[in-house]
Every structure is written in C-alpha cells, then in structure tokens.
C-alpha cells in the first residue's frame, strides 16, 4: 500500500472557507507579504500578461514549464500561506479535489521508476497572481502543475474558473488506508445520468464514433466546437438535475458565493444544453462525455497512455464567452 | 510505404509487449468553414511508442533536426492525405501555417505538430477525410462554431477519420443565390452559342 500524507495535512493547513472576495483579497496580501522580493518578482505578473496567462497544461512541468513559484521553493510558512489563499479562493469540495489531484500526483512518484520520479510530485506546483490582488479591481490567481490548471479570474465578486483543467492520474490510489478518487464523483455522476436514460434518450447522447482525447484542451482557447449529442430540453426534471449535478463538480470548485452564481447562469441555460458520450455505459468501463452549452464546455475523457484508462483521466472546464474572465472584466 | 509502417510498428509493439495510446500518433483536426472558404486546423502529436516510426518520415535525412524544408515537405503530404470536398467537388488545401516541436520535446513525447491549412469555396455540403498515416493514427474531427454558421448533424466514421455535414454561412447564401443562377445562366448561353456555331458549321 502507498504510503501518504495528503498535502494539505502534511502543511497542516487548516481550510478556511471565508469566500468573500475581502478575505481572498486579504489572503492573496498575506501569502504576498511572506515572500522575499526575489521569490515576488517570479510570483506576480501583470494582468495583462497573456504569455503568463495561457501557461498551463495537463503535462508535467518538466516538458511544458510553468512560471511562478515552486511549491517545492517555499519555506513552510510560505506554503501555509499559498494553501490558506487557495483554499479562501476555492470550496471546501474544490480545495479537498485539488489536494487529491495534487497527492495522486505524489503518488505516481513514488511508483514510477526512478529515472521518471523528477517530473512528478506535489512539490512541482506552481502559484501566481496576475494583477494586484483587489475587491475592485480585476486579478487573477493561477495554481497548476502536472494534471491540474485552476485559473481563478477575481472581477468584484465573481469568481471565474474558466478555462481549468483537472486530471487524475493513478484516478484511484490509497492513503493511510483510505481510498481517493480525486474525479470519482465526475466518473459516477455521469454513469448514473447515461444509466438513467431511456432508450430512445440514450441513443441520442451516445456518439457512433470514438473520442481518443479532449477536444479543446489546452491550447484551444476560445474556440467551440458544433454542439452534439443529446439536448438537456429532452431531460426530464430528475434527470437535468443529475446534469446538474455533473456540472456542479467544475462549477463547484471555485468558492461557494462564486460557484452559486456560475449554476444559477448554466441552469438558466439548461434547455440550450448538450450532453455527448462516447463509449461504453457499463459502469467502471473507461467512456468519454461532454457537456456543452452556450456558456458552457466541460469534457471528460480517459487516457490510455499507462495502461488502464480508467485510471488516466483528463477534464476541461470551460466558458467560451468569458474564459479568464474576459466578459466580466468588460462590464 | 504503408506496408512498411505497418510491418514496422507491429515489430515495434511486439518488442513492447503491449498497445496502447503510446502507440498512437493522435491527429485532432478542427474544420472551420467560412462564405470565402474552409480553414483547416490540424494538431498532429506522435505517442512515444510511434515516434521511432514517425520522425524518419519528418527528418528525412536522419540528421537530428528538423530543417524547414523539411516542415515544409511533410505539411505537404499531410496536405495531400487530406481530401476536402464541398458540394462533391475536391478543394486543394494550401498550407498556410505550420509549427513544428523541436525533435527533444517529441522525443520526451511531448513534441506536436500545428498546420493550419486552407481551401477556397463554398458550397453546401461539406465533406473531409484525414488518409495520413491511418496504421498509426487516432483521429478527432470537429467543426468549430462561429458566428453566422449553422450546420447539420455531421456524420462520421466510428474512428473519426471522416466528417460531412450540410452547412451554410450568413452572407454566403444571399451571395450564391446570386453567382449561381448567373454562373448557370453565362453556362447555358456558352453551350447555346456554341451550339448555334456547330449547327452553322453544318447547315
């Protein structure tokens, strides 16, 4: 059995839930201060530095490298203070699936060979601010690293979390005993929707043909693809509330105040809402879906690189019209 | 050619012992129609498993690097598998950008190839197949969503290496309406001239 801490235990970080945008202000200024002037000029970029700003992927750090500060780099003062604004910036639920995503990629250092060890693990995350951290002014927060891409936009009150990417890889691993499925909930949530269809429902969602990966994954910023598969208008009430309730696992990671604004939108969208699978619908069988709506994209797609797909996942959360913040910053 | 790829790779994942995405070389294509024509986006990203097979087809001259005539060569023939028709008609795909990893980035499997290619003409249906490298391959194709374009359901095949839809685009239609019947209408005199011409050359 894999022996490991979950990250945020072993910072001893408490989670701190205050969402107003006055504490992740207040948190962006506390990790801030705690930083020398060397490690800030790595930290903190300008808003508009677009070269910063699309600086993610799902791939490890050592093969696309990230700009901002090494976990690894900080003193554990500084760590607590960059995990006390994420999880501020973040839900109780988003922080504990962003620390799981963050420890299964220590776990998958420590059963790698030794050769590949140096590409992974959690102290190969990186934290920046775009902007100045402000209850007016727009900003933004980045936290990434292999398999994980939170780009948290600050516009007044909102809170946008578009475009991020989460990923899993091993998607099922033990600590202390205890199973994590860092996108279990997107996994099961989904098979109970396409299982919860009829007939005539389902073969409309199914796509007749493969998805080997995501479509717009990093890199593909701003586009959106013709939408497929079967609309939400054809649901009944239960069932748009299980999409919903998929949905809710992207939307509900960025702070609850935030999170609620951003369902309410999809929600007042639903009938405009697509949802695609490719693949089987036997439950622990690797599948591909897509949600996709006017303000909406989220894709779910298993890896076959490492053996079993099912234990190599990669998601994109995505809005179109307001990717980084773009359409809030303009009011 | 394909002979070889293919009796090369199944001596290459035989060694390997197993077949997975390692062993794909993943093509995402993105088709974006428009009144003027249809711009193709391709995203070519060798798996690492098929990367030895790949870049001798890339680095023709084994030399190490990739030279831009060499880009060029290989945007060539990725432009010639590719078949785009509108209407039923073939439409010839120019290059019009292309962006090529360095061979250390494909090397650690991270390295990917960008082509933007384009086709002149507009029609109503839209047709397109990716030929290149199928032994090898796995294949997205979409159809990006812009302003102004409405398109059908598209069809395609199970591995995603074909796509057609109808489609149309706002402004193009108004202007086809146009040309068309006056192209048909230019034809019809020409065949009735000449036509008139044959019949003078006998009567």
């Known amino acids: 059995m894999i022996k490991l801490r979950l990250f945020s235990a072993l910072l001893g970080v408490g989670l701190l839930h205050a969402q107003k945008p006055a504490a992740i202000v207040a948190s962006a200024n506390g990790f801030i201060a705690t930083l020398d002037e060397g490690q800030k000029s790595k930290a903190l970029f300008d808003f508009n530095d677009a070269a910063q700003r699309v600086k993610w992927s799902n791939l490890p750090t050592s093969m696309v490298p990230r700009a901002g500060l090494k976990m690894g780099d900080l003193n554990p003062a500084q760590k607590k203070a960059a995990m006390t604004l994420l999880s501020t910036a973040l839900s109780k639920k988003g922080f504990e699936k962003v620390m799981a995503i963050v420890e299964g990629d220590e776990s998958l250092k420590q059963s790698s060979p030794e050769r590949s060890k140096a590409m992974f693990g959690h102290d190969l995350f990186y934290i920046s601010i775009l902007g100045k951290p402000s209850e007016k002014e727009t900003w933004m927060l980045q936290f990434g690293g292999h398999h994980l891409a939170l780009n948290v936009t600050m516009v007044g009150k909102e809170g946008i979390l578009t475009p991020s990417l989460t990923a899993a890889q091993p998607a099922k691993y033990v600590v202390d005993g205890k199973t994590i499925r860092p996108l279990g909930n997107e996994t099961d949530k989904a098979f109970e929707l396409i299982n919860a269809l009829d007939e005539g429902q389902r073969k409309q969602a199914i796509l007749n043909y493969k998805v080997a990966d995501l479509v717009l994954g990093p890199g593909q910023d701003g586009k959106t693809i013709q939408p497929e598969g079967l609309k939400a208008s054809a649901l009944n009430a239960k069932q748009q509330a299980m999409l919903l309730g998929v949905i809710e696992e992207w939307a509900g990671i960025v702070n609850e105040p935030a999170a609620a604004v951003r369902m309410a939108d999809i929600k007042a969208k639903m009938a405009d809402t697509w949802f695609a699978w490719s693949g089987p619908t036997t439950v622990g069988l690797p599948a591909y879906y897509r949600i996709q709506g006017p303000t909406l994209v989220i894709e779910y797609a298993p890896q076959p690189l490492g053996g079993d797909p099912t234990m190599h996942i990669h998601t994109i959360y995505r809005d179109p019209t307001n990717d980084y913040g773009k359409k809030s910053a303009a009011k | ?203």
């Not at chain 2, 680095?59 to 690097?65: A, E, I, L, Y």
């Not at chain 2, 028709?85 to 960008?114: A, H, N, P, T």
Request: some cysteine; glycine content about 10%.
């Open chain 2, 1 to 203: 050619m394909r002979l070889l790829v293919s009796a090369l790779l199944a001596m290459l994942l035989a060694g390997m012992g197993y077949a997975h995405r390692l062993d794909e070389y993943l093509q995402a294509t993105l088709l974006a129609p428009d009144k003027d024509g249809v711009e193709v986006q391709l995203q070519l990203t060798p798996g690492v498993a098929v990367l030895p097979l790949v870049l001798p087809l890339i680095d023709r001259n084994s030399d190490g690097r990739i030279s831009p005539e060499e880009e060029t060569s290989y945007a060539r023939w990725v432009a010639n598998d590719l078949e785009l028709r509108l209407d039923g008609r073939v439409v010839s795909l120019e290059v019009i950008e292309k962006e090529f990893s360095s061979l250390d980035q494909m090397r650690e499997g991270l390295g990917g190839i960008r082509l933007k290619l384009r086709g002149k003409g507009y029609g109503r249906e839209l047709r397109f197949k990716n030929r290149h490298l199928p032994e090898l391959s796995a294949y997205l194709v979409n159809c990006l969503a812009s302003e102004g374009l409405s398109t059908g359901t598209p069809m395609r095949d199970e591995a995603q290496r074909s796509i057609g839809f109808v489609y149309s685009v706002a402004g193009a239609e108004t202007l086809s309406r146009l040309l068309y019947p006056a192209a048909f209408g230019l034809a019809g005199l020409g065949a009735l001239l000449s036509l008139r011409r044959v019949r003078s050359l006998f009567l």
